[in-house]
C-alpha cells in the first residue's frame, strides 16, 4: 500500500494540527481564514490549554501549528510554548511580527523545538499592505531583521497566494535567501473573511499554470503545506502527499475547544466535536461521526465531472473547503480545477464564494463596523480596549 493511501484513512493521532489559540488580532487582513479580530469571552483557559497538550503527548502528535488571530497576544502564550516543548510537543507559530522584538528574536534563537513564521503577502508595501493593512509590510520586515540579527536561520516566510503577488514569486524567494528562511506559499481558499474577495483575489487560470511551473522549478526549496494538489492535473505531480489530509492527518482546534477537519472549514458542517467533551481531543479524533466519514477511502466520483477525469488519481477532486465556500458538491469539481470543470461549475450553478445562499463560516469575530448616518464607519470607542486592538499600547519597533 502507498503511503498516501495509509494516511488518506486515517492515523491515531494527528501529523500535526493546527490550534487558534485567541481570535484577537491587531490586523484586520482582508483574507482572514478565521475571521478574527475580538477575543472570544469563552476562550480555552491556561489550565485547559495544558490539558490539551498533556492529551497530545500521550497521543504522541510530532507538533502543534499555533495561529489565531495573533497568537502572541496571548498573555500566556510563552507559557504555554515552554508547557508543549517541555512536554515533548514541538512549536510552530504563525505571527504578524508585531510583537517579534530583539529579545524574543533571541529568546527563538535558543530553542530548538519551537519555529517561527512571519506573514507576508506581497514582495512590496503597495502589494502586501491592501491586504495586511498599511504599515504591515515594514512591520514584518523588522521581525525578520530581528530574527536575522538574533542569528535565527530557517524561519519561515508565509505567503498567501494571489492574482496580485503571483508575479512575485521569485522576489518572495530572495527576501527568504536574505534572511537564511524558507519560503512557504499556501493557497487563498474563500474561508473566513476571504468569502468575500476571493472572487476577486485568487489567481486566474493563466497565474495557476504560472505557479504550477514555478513550483515545479522551485518546490524541493519551498513549502505548500499540500495547499496545490488541484495542480497536479497540469502533469506531473507536486511534492507532498498531495492529498487533503482533513480529518485524516490534520485537523483545528480552535480558540473555544471546538475541533473543524482542517483551518478552512469553520463551518458546523465540518465541527467535529470540542475538547471540552468527555474524553477530550483523543475521542473526537478517534470516533467523530466526521472524522470516520471523511476516512472513507477516496475513489472516482459516480456521476460529475472528476469520475470520467483521467486527473482524478492526482488531484482526488480538490479542495473539500474551496469547493463547500463557492456553493460546490463535495463530489464536484475545485472550483480552480485545471481543466475548467470548476470554473463551468460555477457558471452554471450561479454560485461563488459570497453568493446568495452559499454557506458562510459559523463564527465571525471581525472588530464592528457600525453604519453611521448611511455609511460604514470604524467605532471609535470600543466597549475593550482589546476588542479593538489586543495590542493597545504596544509600539512595534521601528526599523533602522
Same mark, same amino acid.
Given at each position: ?97 508585531? *510583537?517579534?522584538? =530583539?529579545?524574543?528574536? !533571541? ?6 523545538? #519551537? +519555529? &517561527?513564521?512571519?506573514? @507576508? ?58 534572511? *537564511?528562511?524558507? =519560503?512557504?506559499?499556501? !493557497? ?6 476571504? #468569502? +468575500? &474577495?476571493?472572487?476577486? @483575489? ?199
Amino acid at each position: 500500500m502507498k503511503l498516501v493511501d495509509e494516511f488518506q484513512l486515517g492515523l491515531e493521532a494527528p501529523i500535526c494540527l493546527t490550534w487558534e489559540l485567541t481570535y484577537a488580532c491587531n490586523l484586520e487582513c482582508v483574507h482572514c481564514l478565521s475571521s478574527s479580530g475580538r477575543r472570544d469571552p469563552n476562550e480555552l483557559s491556561t489550565e485547559e490549554c495544558k490539558a490539551i497538550i498533556d492529551e497530545l503527548e500521550r497521543m504522541q502528535v510530532f507538533y502543534v501549528n499555533i495561529g489565531g488571530g495573533e497568537p502572541t497576544v496571548r498573555r500566556d502564550f510563552w507559557e504555554l510554548v515552554d508547557y508543549a516543548t517541555a512536554h515533548h510537543v514541538g512549536v510552530k507559530f504563525s505571527t504578524n511580527g508585531s *510583537k517579534i522584538t =530583539l529579545d524574543v528574536a !533571541r529568546r527563538l534563537a535558543a530553542s530548538d523545538y #519551537v +519555529d &517561527v513564521q512571519i506573514s @507576508l503577502d506581497g514582495a512590496t508595501p503597495d502589494v502586501n499592505d491592501p491586504i495586511r493593512g498599511e504599515g504591515t509590510f515594514d512591520m514584518a520586515m523588522t521581525a525578520m531583521d530581528n530574527l536575522k540579527a538574533a542569528g535565527v536561520e530557517n524561519f519561515k516566510i508565509s505567503v498567501v497566494t494571489t492574482r496580485e503577488n503571483i508575479g512575485q514569486l521569485d522576489r518572495f524567494k530572495a527576501i527568504a535567501d536574505h534572511y *537564511k528562511a524558507q =519560503l512557504r506559499i499556501t !493557497r487563498l481558499r474563500p474561508s473566513g473573511r476571504a #468569502v +468575500d &474577495v476571493w472572487d476577486d @483575489l485568487h489567481p486566474t487560470a493563466d497565474q495557476q499554470r504560472e505557479l504550477y511551473d514555478w513550483l515545479m522549478a522551485n518546490g524541493e526549496n519551498v513549502l505548500t503545506g499540500d495547499s496545490f494538489f488541484h495542480l497536479a492535473a497540469f502533469g506531473d505531480p507536486l511534492a507532498g502527499l498531495n492529498l487533503c489530509g482533513a480529518g485524516r492527518v490534520v485537523c483545528l482546534i480552535d480558540p473555544v475547544g471546538d475541533v473543524y477537519a482542517c483551518p478552512f472549514t469553520i463551518h458546523d458542517e465540518f465541527l467535529a466535536g470540542n475538547v471540552r467533551s468527555p474524553g477530550g481531543f483523543e475521542q473526537v479524533w478517534k470516533h467523530s461521526e466526521l472524522f470516520e466519514s471523511l476516512r472513507v477511502p477516496l475513489a472516482p466520483l459516480e456521476g460529475g465531472a472528476c469520475s470520467s477525469c483521467d486527473a482524478f488519481d492526482t488531484c482526488r477532486g480538490g479542495c473539500m473547503a474551496a469547493k463547500f465556500f463557492t456553493g460546490l458538491p463535495l463530489d464536484g469539481p475545485d472550483p480552480e480545477c485545471v481543466k475548467g470543470y470548476g470554473e463551468t461549475a460555477l457558471v452554471a450553478a450561479g454560485s461563488g464564494a459570497g453568493a446568495a445562499g452559499v454557506p458562510r463560516p459559523s463564527v465571525d469575530h471581525s472588530k464592528p463596523v457600525p453604519v453611521m448616518m448611511g455609511r460604514q464607519s470604524r467605532q471609535t470607542r470600543p466597549d475593550r480596549a482589546c476588542d479593538e486592538s489586543p495590542l493597545a499600547g504596544f509600539e512595534p519597533a521601528v526599523r533602522p
